[in-house]
C-alpha cells in the first residue's frame, strides 16, 4: 500500500482559504487513484475530491463545488486541497486516500485501501 501523509490544516475565519497537502511514498503513485474525504464530530466521513491518475477529471461533492479544486503532482508524488471561501460548515478532520479504482462521481471510503492520518481544519464564523 502507498503511505500518506497530510498537512496543511488549521484555524481559518469564514471566507479565507487554506491549502492542504498529501505526500505519498511506498508504491507508484501515478497509479491511483486520489481522494479527500472529511469527517465531522459525530457524522460519517464523506467524500469531498477525487482526481484520476493523470490530473484530468477531477470530481467534487455539491457542498464544495466551485469553492475547492483538487490537483496532483505526479512528478513530486502529491495531492493538494485548495479549499476557498471557507465556511463553518466546512470544519472536520480531512484525510487523503489512495485507490486503485476510478469512477468519475462520489467515490465510496471502502473504494479507496490507503488513508492519511488526517489534518484537522477548523473554520470559525
Known amino acids: 500500500q502507498v503511505q500518506l501523509v497530510e498537512s496543511g490544516g488549521g484555524l481559518a475565519q469564514a471566507g479565507a482559504s487554506l491549502r492542504l497537502s498529501c505526500a505519498a511514498s511506498?508504491?507508484?503513485?501515478?497509479?491511483?487513484?486520489m481522494g479527500w474525504f472529511r469527517q465531522a464530530p459525530g457524522k460519517e466521513r464523506e467524500f469531498v475530491a477525487s482526481?484520476?491518475?493523470?490530473?484530468?477529471?477531477?470530481y467534487y461533492a455539491d457542498s464544495v463545488k466551485g469553492r475547492f479544486t483538487i490537483s496532483r503532482d505526479n512528478a513530486k508524488d502529491s495531492v493538494y486541497l485548495q479549499m476557498n471561501s471557507l465556511k463553518p460548515e466546512d470544519t472536520a478532520v480531512y484525510y487523503c486516500?489512495?485507490?486503485?479504482?476510478?469512477?468519475?462521481?462520489?467515490?465510496?471510503?471502502?473504494?479507496?485501501?490507503?488513508w492519511g492520518q488526517g489534518t484537522q481544519v477548523t473554520v470559525s464564523s
Open positions: 482526481i484520476q491518475r493523470t490530473n484530468i477529471l477531477p
Open positions: 511506498g508504491r507508484t503513485f501515478s497509479n491511483y487513484t
Open positions: 486516500a489512495a485507490s486503485l479504482k476510478w469512477t468519475y462521481g462520489s467515490m465510496s471510503p471502502a473504494d479507496f485501501g490507503s
